[in-house]
């Protein structure tokens, strides 16, 4: 078996030969190139693992070569080595089609990760029976022209190491296009790691980042990994990154730039290799003008922009993918009725996919006889734009009807001095107090709770999971 072939790039004869050195320990074979005329001419003798090139060259520029592997040679990782401090050269060659980059001075456990990772990614294309076998389950679906465009540049940035920026409304699938980047990479056997940025309290957010030490504040008993340790080789997920406070925003772009991070009370820092993926729901540009999001940030995360169209954009793609929910959601067969799919196809969802999972979860408890209808989906009114006249006058009729039971047994919430401010909220309130009472007049006895408030168990069953009503421990 012959090892991998490597080409390195570089005229400055110190760095090469360490570079050689370095790798050659590694168990490589290495061509090495001083200028653009040699590499190009070794490029037409062989198929490399990787090419490494320095950004300056006698005849040319690094980016240059990147340009024509990108092209020419597609299946070949190219990496670059970009001067001291010169962060904007290392975006330019990942916006290029550069896989990754080091900066000088190079450190030769960032090198040899990166090769790794290198290599990772060539013997991926040797083997495409893995990709088959891990990716089925994560693909975002649908068959619309946009997605199927999001698939095709998913599959060309999976190949990168370059900090993708995912934007798109709430519910759109941003977590599973990142999922499906690093499925399709050549970390997906390393951790993919999600962070909801905004729900973890300002004060913690460095250690859970970063990881701490033994006994570096009350509370911290044992030495513990943060979330980059916890993604090493891998790919962390920054969701909601908006949301990141200011003071933490300095710490990750340090971080990200260095691929070092300190434990908190550690005196050193660590390497560790992480692909950043980055979503928001946001126009992180704005933050950036409204001073909220700092801007060198920014430009860091925002190398690859890739943005997930709203479902009501790619109606072709909501037949598929309402059966294919139904199908995860329920052992039966189940189908949507040709009027039920009009009403689908109809409603704006401003939640998105999410939000057809949900109008779905709730119908099947609806549905008789294995087919949903119109009348079982319950879409928000004030949502659909072209409203059916009838579906509407259901809804009042189903909301006016809850509201006459509340009447009835609740008094304390049928005092209604203030418009609410959240109709749907509020009506949620209303049915979680009136089910609550149902539950405790049954001893919480389902069945009998269900009789009382004239639905079925299953129906009682959906709403309590819907409003996370529990059993009394
Ligand atoms: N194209 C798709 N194919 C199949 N399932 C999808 C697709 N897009 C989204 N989903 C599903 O919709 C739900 C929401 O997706 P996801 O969490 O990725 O959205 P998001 O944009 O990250 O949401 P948020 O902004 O709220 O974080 C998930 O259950 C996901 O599996």
Do not use: M, Q, R
């Given at each position: 078996m012959t090892s991998p072939r490597i080409l390195i790039v570089d005229d400055e004869a110190d760095l090469r030969e360490l570079l050689e050195i370095t790798l050659v320990k590694m168990g490589l074979d290495i061509d090495s190139a001083s200028d653009l005329a040699t590499a190009r001419d070794y490029l037409k003798q062989h198929e490399y693992a990787l090419v490494l090139t320095d950004m300056r060259l006698p005849d040319g520029l690094g980016i240059e070569l990147v340009q024509e592997i990108t092209a020419q040679y597609k299946n070949t990782p190219v990496a670059v080595i970009t001067a001291f401090g010169s962060a904007d050269n290392a975006v330019v060659a990942l916006k290029a089609g550069a896989f990754d980059y080091l900066s000088k001075p190079v450190g030769l456990e960032q090198l040899r990760v990166m090769v790794r990772s290198a290599l990772r990614i060539s013997q991926f294309d040797e083997q495409p029976s893995v990709k088959v076998a891990v990716t089925p389950a994560l693909r975002l679906m649908g068959q619309s022209a946009a997605m199927q465009a999001l698939r095709a540049q998913i599959a060309r940035l999976a190949r990168s190491m370059a900090p993708v920026a995912i934007s798109g409304e709430s519910g759109s699938g941003k977590e599973l296009a990142a999922r499906d980047i690093h499925a399709q990479s050549g970390r997906s056997d390393k951790p993919f790691v999600a962070v909801?940025?905004?729900?973890?309290p300002e004060a913690l957010m460095e250690a859970e980042f970063f990881g701490y030490r033994k006994g570096a504040f009350t509370g911290a008993v044992d030495d513990r990994d943060g979330f980059f340790q916890a993604a090493n080789g891998g790919t962390l997920l920054l969701d909601e990154v908006a949301d990141l406070p200011l003071a933490m925003q300095v710490k990750l772009l340090r971080a990200i730039q260095e691929r070092r991070v300190r434990k908190v009370g550690a005196t050193v820092e660590e390497p560790v290799d992480v692909r950043i993926i980055s979503a928001t729901h946001q126009n992180l540009l704005d933050c950036v003008g409204r001073g909220t999001f700092r801007q060198d940030l920014y430009y860091r995360l925002n190398v690859i922009e890739l943005n997930l169209p709203p479902l009501r954009e790619r109606l072709d793609d909501i037949a598929l993918l309402a059966q294919a929910i139904l199908t995860r959601l329920d052992t039966e067969p189940v189908s949507l009725a040709p009027a039920a799919l009009d009403a689908l196809l109809d409603?704006?969802?401003?939640?998105?996919v999410r939000e057809l999972e949900n109008i779905l979860e709730r119908a099947l408890a609806f549905a008789n006889d294995g087919v949903i209808e119109v009348?079982?989906?319950?879409?928000?009114a004030a949502y659909t734009?072209?409203?059916v006249a009838v579906a509407e006058a259901e809804q009042s009729v189903a909301a006016l009807a809850e509201s006459k039971v509340v009447v009835q047994d609740a008094p304390a919430l049928t005092a209604i001095n203030d418009i609410p401010g959240s109709l749907p909220d509020h009506l949620d309130d209303v049915e979680r107090e009136i089910i609550r009472r149902a539950l405790s007049k049954t001893q919480f006895n389902r069945t009998q709770a269900a009789e009382l408030l004239g639905i079925s168990f299953r129906q009682l069953r959906y709403r309590m999971q819907r409003l996370d009503i529990n059993a009394p421990e």
């Open positions: 909801n940025c905004g729900a973890i409603y704006s969802f401003p939640g998105n009348g079982d989906l319950v879409l928000k734009p072209k409203t």
